[in-house]
């Protein structure tokens, strides 16, 4: 297959990648070391391989690279400041709410598309945003409590 280039910024950063036309925008971010994006179902069902295109939640398994060209991608790796975590890693951390590394930095990134969006969200919003992340080991009580409490909400 013919190669192509894609230029896009990944956490903030300008790359420039060779890459396949058919080559999943999820299997080129995990060639190129961003190993938080997870590879679960490979069918848009798991959310393991979330990250945020222009500030939006999609699923990297569902997307070639190609179509990123231009594009500002975040993955989990962006979302902390060096050594400072973001406040919702803090309160992930802090609410015992850091589950697995298949479905923690999905549930961080969409709750952070959503607070960027709607900094106080409901409840209901917030199990909204997260139900994209399959995860049927732990429930959700933790995590929503954790982004809502980075949300600043008072229970
Ligand atoms: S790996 Fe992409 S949704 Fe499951
Ligand atoms: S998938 Fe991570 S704890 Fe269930």
Known sequence: ???????????????????????????VLRREGYFGVKRG??????????????????????????????????????VAHGSTLHPLQEAFLDHGAVQCGFC??????????????????????????LAGTYCRCTGFRKPVEAVLAAAGAKR
């Open 41 to 78: 179902c490979e069918a848009g069902e798991c959310g393991a391989c979330t990250v945020l295109l222009d500030g939006k939640p999609i699923n990297s398994c569902l997307m070639f690279a190609a179509q990123a060209e231009g594009a500002d991608v975040l993955t989990i790796e962006g």
């Open 104 to 129: 923690t930095p999905a549930m961080i990134l969409n709750a952070k598309a959503l607070l960027d969006r709607k900094p106080h969200p409901s409840e209901e919003e917030v199990r909204e945003a």
């Open 1 to 27: 297959m013919k190669a192509m280039e894609v230029r896009l910024n990944v956490n903030g950063e300008a790359k420039q990648w060779t890459i396949a036309p058919g080559d999943l925008l999820l299997d």
